[in-house]
Every structure is written in C-alpha cells, then in structure tokens.
C-alpha cells in the first residue's frame, strides 16, 4: 500500500487490482446485502477491500442446491471461513500454561457428596462454539427469512462461532509481552471503559509493559507522538470520562511503515478499537505481519454507534447513543408539542446505517416518521412526506420526524469531497427537510414552526451507560485473553447474546444494514404508524 500524497488526508490506499474472488461487480460479490452497503464505504476503504482476501457473508454465494451434499459443503466452508488465524500457523511455538486463573476468585463445583470438584478452572475450551443464528423459520415468506434462509425451503443449517474467554494454553510469556492500545476513527461511548479493562486484564496475566499509541493509526508514523506509559493505576478512572484518554483520529497510512514502527517498538500484542474501516486497516497490519513472519497478535475491538458491523448484535456505544438521542427527541417533542403547528425535526448520526434512528424512534414512541437511509421515501405529490406531515397537524396539532444523516441523499447534490478516512462527505439532509416542510407549509397557507434539533456530537462525546461499559468490560477482557490465546487478525465481539470471537475478514465484508424487511422496522412502522412514502 502506499501513503495519500496529500499529507493532510492520511488514508489507506490500495492497488486498484481487482479482487480475486471478486470478479464481479464489487456490490455484487464483495459487498452482497444492497447497493447501500457499497456507498457506506469511502472510495478509500473500497479500495483497500479489493485488495484484501475478503469473502462476502452471504450464505447463498456459490451454492448448488442440486448437490444432495450442499449442507455439508456449506458447512465445511463455513467451518474453513470461520477458522481463527493463529500464530503458529507462521511459527513453530509451543504453548505454556496460562497464569490467568478464576479458581482463587470463585469456590469450585462440588459433587453429590459435598467434595469440590478439581475439574473446574474457568477457562474456555478450544472447541466451544456459539450458535450464529438460532430461529428456524418454517418458509421463505416468513418475516426475516428473505435475509437469513439459506436453501431453497429454509433448510436449518449449524453456523458456528468460536466462544471467547481465557484459554488454559497461551502463546507468550507475559512477563516478555509489550502490549499496545490504539483507538481510531471518530468518537464513541466507551472507549475509555475498553482501554481500561484491557490494561486491567494484561495487568492479571502479569504483562508491565504497556502503552497507549496516541491519536489513531498516524501515532505509528507521525512526529512528536510518544507512547503513553498506561497502567491499572494510571487508566483506574478513566472510564468516568467520555472521549477517548489516547485521542482519536481518522485515516490510515503506509501499512509497511505502520508495521515497520511495531517492529521498531517491540511490540506483541496491539488491540485496535475502530469501526469497519480501523478493522481493515487492522486486518492489512495482520496480513503484512503474517508475511513477515512476527510474533504479534493484531486484536479488534468493533467499535461504531452506528452498530453497523456485521454478524455482531451490537456494537459498544450503541446503547449510549440511543439514549442520548432519546434526550434530543424528547426536548424536540417538548418544543413541537407547545408550539403551534409545531413540527419536531431531529438528525441523528447514521451514515449508511438506521440503527440510531430507528431504535431511537421505537423506544421513545413519540416519533411520527423515521427516515432512514435504507428506505427511499419521496417529499411531494400522493403518499409523500410533506403531504403525510398536513394530515398530521390536522389531526393533532404537530408532529415529530427522526431523520438519520444518511437518509434521503438522492435529493441533494452531491459535493464528491471526502473526509480523512475516505468517506463521501454527506449533504445535510436534516437542513434540508427543515426548509422543504417550511417552503411547503407557506406555499399552502398553513403556518408551521419547525423545531430542528442536531445532536451528533452530544450523542458520540458522552460517557459510555451501564450497558455500553459491561459490554466493553467483556469485550476489553476477551480481546486480551484472544491475544494470549495466540490468536490474531481476530476481533472480539457479541453474537446471539454471546462472547465470540471472529476472523476480521468476515465482519469488514460489507457494513451491517436495517433490513426493511425486518420485525425489528416493522415493529418502528407499528409504533410510527406512518405510510410508504412512494
């Protein structure tokens, strides 16, 4: 890879080479759910995706159902595609014992005869798996069953995951191990939680020497960044605080400078908190290590509010931003309900992804519309939003709209700008609502006062709630217990309600989207009671 030529724009770029599993278009083949998927990455993060061995998620790719021995083959497939990478696949090492231990911490199991079991130990067994998907559906037409059917009738089919949490064999000696944290992207709950129990969890294992590289991947490269000495005593509160205690930016560089720096620094383990673009500028690290033959395990840690990572219940901050948008909505609803012919207009983050917005719009159950960028909805004319948002106030005074910040693109002009991670620089769809409602409710002689709230900053630069900090909790301690597992090119995450570890190629495969087909948006049209807007 080579480094951007402007220096103010630090990305990850990759040989224009097609693909090799991809031949293909790239929506087709690479990025399977939707059209969608292919915008949500910047121009950047496509181009490092061809570049890399990356297979699509989908389960029907490549199937021939005619074979009487499909499932088989599927499963064994699934079986290769979901094997974890592993340092000794590289390296001939011999494992040691592992010093994390839960027996001092919890009284073991006893038999029917009171005496304590010494079978118990807490750890993991390598041949644990997680079941991915759990619902047999009876037919294709069932709701959700377009998206997670797999043969033609539905055929229930195993797909396994690898359990996380410590291993009672590791691959380093902890005393030896220099471990490094590095949070990249933009801002998001949690971060300081995360960082926190990693440094928690080596320092159980028995790891000293472990520092923080400042300010994204441009740490590894750039001028004047030093490593952060951290520590239990140093990081102790730093989850108090939103933000992220070793500072954030986007953008790669230059892989073989980015692993020539872990190198130079001696570092074996580096845990990497980002979202999909950090996970395979994380997973090119792995690779050039891999070919370099280095004991070093690259871990990822998914982090994006837009909960937009695939195969993953949810990502840590998600929570948090749902519930800080909850605020912005219930000032919004506040403002539109005292106001004549008031109309509540909140944005919320969301690039290519509703999570937010959707999850925002059912808890809250004051929302009139939700707009969401995988849903195309039309302004004007029969069934259009503005002729929806009439029938509002006439019938109960005003109204409430959730919008998320990718939705409704088509209607702007596009500015072909970027951002430092590549990613197309969004026109303000919140702002342009706000003056077609006002345009059309002067045009027909109806006064309307439009209350345009946008949260994106409050949502991302808050403290992580309880259940964002458990779910880093769990997530910091498995990313370490992978690391010394001897594991790499991994990242740590929750599947059907469960710990799990998954090979980075699998979730960076294409962004996670809503399924307008789903009982979950289903669930947010009940709750809305709004129309098609087509």
Same mark, same amino acid.
């Given at each position: ?63 021939? #159902? ?33 010093? #994390?231990?839960?027996? +001092?911490?919890?009284? &073991? ?20 798996? *997680? ?13 959700? *069953? ?65 520092? @923080? ?31 992220? #205690? ?24 580096? #845990? ?8 395979? %500028? ?42 800080? *948008?909850?605020?912005?909505?219930? =000032? ?6 005292? *106001?004549?012919? @008031? ?77 430092? =991670? ?13 003056? +077609? ?17 946008? &949260? ?25 217990? %992978? ?52």
């Amino acid at each position: 890879m080579a480094v951007a030529s402007n220096p103010k724009a630090i990305q990850f770029i990759a040989p224009k080479t097609p693909h090799r599993n991809c031949s293909m278009n790239i929506s087709v083949c690479c990025l399977p759910h939707s059209k969608s998927n292919l915008r949500a990455y910047g121009r950047k993060e496509k181009e490092a995706l061809l570049s890399m061995e990356v297979k699509a998620s989908s389960p029907k790719k490549n199937i021939d #159902f005619s074979d009487p021995n499909w499932k088989e083959r599927f499963q064994d497939d699934w079986d290769k595609r979901f094997k974890l990478p592993h340092i000794t696949d590289i390296l001939d090492i011999k494992p040691r014992p592992s010093p #994390f231990s839960l027996e +001092k911490s919890r009284i &073991p199991p006893e038999d029917l005869n009171g005496k304590a079991l010494d079978t118990w130990n807490g750890y993991v067994n390598n041949d644990d798996r *997680a079941l991915l998907k759990v619902i047999k559906y009876a037919s294709p037409t069932s709701a959700g *069953a377009e998206a997670e059917c797999v043969g033609p009738d539905c055929t229930w089919v195993e797909q396994w995951v690898h359990r996380a949490g410590p291993r009672k064999d590791i691959y380093y000696e902890p005393k030896e191990v220099k471990a490094a944290i590095v949070t990249c992207g933009g801002l998001c709950p949690g971060l300081n939680d995360v960082i926190r129990q990693i440094v928690f969890t080596l320092d159980i294992y028995g790891v000293k020497n472990i520092v @923080g590289i400042r300010f994204g991947y441009r740490g590894f490269f750039e001028k004047g960044l030093e490593e952060v000495p951290l520590s239990r005593k140093i990081v102790e509160n730093i989850n108090l605080a939103g933000g992220s #205690f070793l500072g954030v930016s986007r953008g790669g560089g230059n892989i073989s400078e980015i692993v020539d720096s872990i190198q130079a620094r001696r570092i074996d383990m580096l #845990f990497i908190l980002g979202g999909n673009g950090t996970h395979a %500028g994380a997973h090119a690290i792995h690779e050039e290590c891999r070919k370099r033959k280095l004991k070093v395990s690259i871990i990822g840690v998914p982090k994006t509010i837009d909960n937009d990572i695939l195969l993953m219940d949810r990502t840590f901050g998600f929570d948090t931003a749902v519930e800080e *948008a909850l605020r912005a909505i219930n =000032s919004a609803y506040i403002e539109a309900r005292s *106001a004549y012919h @008031g109309i509540g207009l909140v944005k919320l983050m969301g690039r290519s992804s509703g999570f937010i917005a959707m999850h925002a719009s059912l808890s809250s159950g004051q929302i009139d519309v939700c707009l969401i960028p995988e849903v195309p909805f039309k302004l004007d004319g029969p069934n259009g939003l503005l002729e929806h948002l009439e029938r509002l106030i006439q019938d109960k005074g005003f109204a409430m709209i959730c919008i998320a910040e990718g939705a409704g693109q088509d209607w702007l002009q596009k500015s072909n700008a970027t951002d430092a =991670s590549g990613n197309p620089v969004l026109s303000d769809i919140g702002v342009h609502i706000q003056q +077609k409602i006002k345009t059309h409710f002067k045009e027909i002689g109806v006064p309307a006062d439009v209350k345009y709230i946008d &949260p994106t900053y409050m949502v991302r630069a808050c403290r992580a709630n309880a259940s964002d900090a458990i779910l880093c909790t769990v997530l910091g301690q498995n990313a370490v217990h %992978g690391a010394f597992a001897g594991f790499s090119g991994i990242t740590s995450g929750v599947c059907n309600t469960h710990y799990v570890y998954l090979p980075i190629t699998e979730v960076i495969a294409a962004p996670r989207t809503v399924d307008p087909n789903s009982r979950m948006w289903h669930r947010t049209l009940t709750s809305t009671g709004q129309p098609d807007f087509i």
